[in-house]
């Protein structure tokens, strides 16, 4: 089979040797003689596995004692309304950087006030606003720190006044993080530390049983800490095959691309190496404010007289081997994904795509002429 390249949004891209390592774990998990898909989240072997992954996430984001992680069902979209339940007594503060933000704002009016500080929607959130202020008078200030339909990315901690809430989603784990500017970090796996279907959370248990509200079981964080640390996050039969694929690719994260900070290197030359090319052909234009530009996503559209062109590169890319690229289907043009997991040869690969689709137009051009 010839080579492919994969750019999907989420799921995406995994680690070659976290799929292999899960394959491996299908069939005999731990040396049981189990697979991992029928083993009990209650032996030995899956408890340490629960406890290795929480403390890879501790030494990657250097997380202080004083935070919980916990990893649980239902995607990110289910903690839209869980921060709301568990933080939001009487008001909240949002800024809406993209579709995701604004889902998060629904959920959240429905336990009580929110006030949109900033938003980009005025340019199909293809900036991230700046100059706004941050009340002080509310309970917490969310903020979604990587678009991906739109390509923008917030690539700082800023300090923050009230408790910060960050949808992490797109972008954890692609670069340090300081850990103590957040009260609680919250996102689905399927882009940088593992398949669909888990959802971490990192909070500051100070944070945590100062709402007025009665909390249902499930949604109190509390819950899923539990009393005992054997317990943390198995409340509920965790999602087993997922949490042990985040293992296996925070291990690769750790052990073979150097942690964060090796991490981060890799993936702003392969954002540099596509948005250069970007900047350079002819035929493409970011959508992006360069400022703004998220390392993780990368949108583009053909530029202006070359819109009859976009279906011919898509085509033109499918056949040499480029996966996921085409645009979310709001926006349009196209969206390379470049998350952790994403070799700088495939970026290499869809970069001479580009160059060969450039030069085959202006030839046909010439032609013409």
Same mark, same amino acid.
């Given at each position: 089979?010839?080579?492919?390249?994969?750019?999907?949004?989420?799921?995406?891209?995994?680690?070659?040797?976290? *799929?292999?390592?899960? /394959?491996?774990?299908?069939?005999?998990?731990?040396?049981?003689?189990?697979?991992?898909?029928?083993?009990?989240?209650?032996?030995?072997?899956?408890?340490?596995?629960?406890? =290795?992954?929480?403390?890879?996430?501790?030494?990657?984001?250097?997380?202080?004692?004083?935070?919980?992680?916990?990893?649980?069902?239902?995607?990110?979209?289910?903690?839209?309304?869980?921060?709301?339940?568990?933080?939001?007594?009487?008001?909240?503060?949002?800024?809406?950087?993209?579709?995701?933000?604004?889902?998060?704002?629904? =959920?959240?009016?429905? %336990?009580?006030?929110?006030?949109?500080?900033?938003?980009? =929607?005025?340019?199909?959130?293809?900036?991230?606003?700046?100059?706004?202020?941050?009340?002080?008078?509310?309970?917490?200030?969310?903020?979604?720190?990587?678009?991906?339909? %739109?390509?923008? =990315?917030?690539?700082?901690?800023?300090?923050?006044? *009230?408790?910060?809430?960050?949808?992490?989603?797109?972008?954890?784990?692609?670069?340090?993080?300081?850990?103590?500017?957040?009260?609680?970090?919250?996102?689905?796996?399927?882009?940088?530390?593992?398949?669909?279907?888990?959802?971490?959370?990192?909070?500051?248990?100070?944070?945590?049983?100062?709402?007025?509200?009665?909390?249902?079981?499930?949604?109190?964080?509390?819950?899923? /800490?539990?009393?005992?640390?054997?317990?943390?996050?198995?409340?509920?039969?965790?999602? *087993?095959?997922?949490?042990?694929?985040?293992?296996?690719?925070?291990?690769?994260?750790?052990?073979?691309?150097?942690?964060?900070?090796?991490?981060?290197?890799?993936?702003?030359?392969?954002?540099?190496?596509? %948005?250069?090319?970007?900047?350079?052909?002819?035929?493409?234009?970011?959508?992006?404010?360069?400022?703004?530009?998220?390392?993780?996503?990368?949108?583009?559209?053909?530029?202006?007289?070359?819109?009859?062109?976009?279906?011919?590169?898509?085509?033109?890319?499918?056949?040499?081997?480029?996966?996921?690229?085409?645009?979310?289907?709001?926006?349009?043009?196209?969206?390379?994904? /470049? %998350?952790?997991?994403?070799?700088?040869?495939? *970026?290499?690969?869809?970069?001479?795509?580009?160059?060969?689709?450039?030069?085959?137009?202006?030839?046909?051009?010439?032609?013409?002429?």
């Amino acid at each position: 089979m010839a080579q492919v390249h994969n750019f999907n949004a989420g799921p995406c891209v995994l680690p070659r040797k976290a *799929v292999e390592s899960a /394959i491996e774990a299908i069939r005999n998990f731990d040396n049981t003689g189990v697979g991992i898909l029928e083993i009990s989240h209650r032996t030995p072997g899956w408890e340490r596995i629960m406890a =290795e992954t929480e403390q890879l996430w501790r030494d990657l984001l250097n997380i202080p004692d004083n935070y919980e992680v916990l990893f649980l069902g239902g995607g990110a979209s289910t903690q839209f309304f869980h921060v709301a339940a568990n933080l939001l007594n009487k008001k909240a503060a949002y800024l809406q950087t993209g579709v995701w933000a604004k889902k998060a704002i629904k =959920e959240a009016k429905f %336990y009580g006030e929110v006030e949109v500080v900033a938003s980009s =929607e005025d340019k199909t959130y293809s900036y991230i606003p700046k100059g706004y202020t941050i009340p002080t008078d509310v309970d917490y200030f969310h903020i979604t720190t990587n678009n991906t339909i %739109y390509g923008t =990315e917030i690539k700082y901690d800023m300090d923050c006044p *009230v408790p910060l809430v960050a949808d992490m989603s797109s972008d954890i784990m692609s670069r340090p993080v300081d850990v103590t500017k957040y009260a609680l970090i919250y996102g689905g796996a399927q882009k940088n530390v593992g398949p669909a279907g888990v959802t971490f959370v990192i909070v500051r248990k100070d944070i945590l049983g100062k709402v007025e509200r009665k909390l249902q079981t499930m949604v109190d964080y509390r819950t899923h /800490i539990g009393e005992e640390k054997k317990n943390k996050s198995m409340f509920n039969t965790p999602p *087993v095959f997922p949490i042990f694929v985040m293992h296996e690719t925070l291990k690769w994260v750790k052990e073979e691309m150097g942690g964060l900070e090796g991490m981060h290197k890799v993936n702003l030359e392969k954002a540099e190496l596509l %948005y250069n090319e970007i900047d350079r052909n002819k035929m493409f234009v970011g959508t992006a404010a360069k400022e703004d530009r998220s390392i993780m996503n990368v949108c583009f559209v053909m530029a202006p007289g070359y819109e009859d062109k976009q279906d011919a590169f898509m085509a033109f890319a499918k056949e040499r081997g480029m996966v996921g690229i085409k645009g979310h289907r709001s926006v349009g043009g196209f969206r390379a994904s /470049i %998350y952790n997991a994403c070799p700088v040869e495939s *970026v290499k690969a869809l970069v001479a795509c580009m160059q060969e689709f450039e030069k085959l137009n202006a030839e046909s051009k010439k032609i013409k002429q």
